[in-house]
């Protein structure tokens, strides 16, 4: 069964599809954001707001939130409940 968690302003993500959620300071993960951006394959669920976590899906596409990864994690454990 396929189910959404709620990744900040409205925006919800399927569960099944997350691969990684990460912290985007790092250089390696922000050259992956811009390479994605080049492909097409960004989708900007930040509002506006700094990107604090970017999830990575099976599908190769990347989603950026202003949420914390700890608080996405926090939220995917809950709903695992």
């Known amino acids: 069964m396929a189910g959404l968690i709620n ?3 409205g925006n919800v993500v399927n569960t099944n599809k997350i691969v990684a959620v990460i912290n ?3 250089a390696p993960i922000k050259r992956m ?3 994605a951006k080049d492909k097409g394959v960004v ?3 930040t509002q506006g707001r700094r990107t604090r976590s970017v999830i990575i899906t099976e599908d190769e596409y990347i989603i950026l939130s ?3 990864p700890e608080t996405i994690a926090g939220r995917f454990n809950n ?3």
Do not use: K, Y
Request: hydrophobic share 45%; charged share 30%.
């Open 43 to 45: 989708v900007d669920a």
């Open 79 to 81: 709903d695992e409940r």
């Open 66 to 68: 202003a949420l914390q």
């Open 7 to 9: 990744i900040g302003f």
């Open 24 to 26: 985007p300071e790092a």
């Open 33 to 35: 954001i811009q390479t």
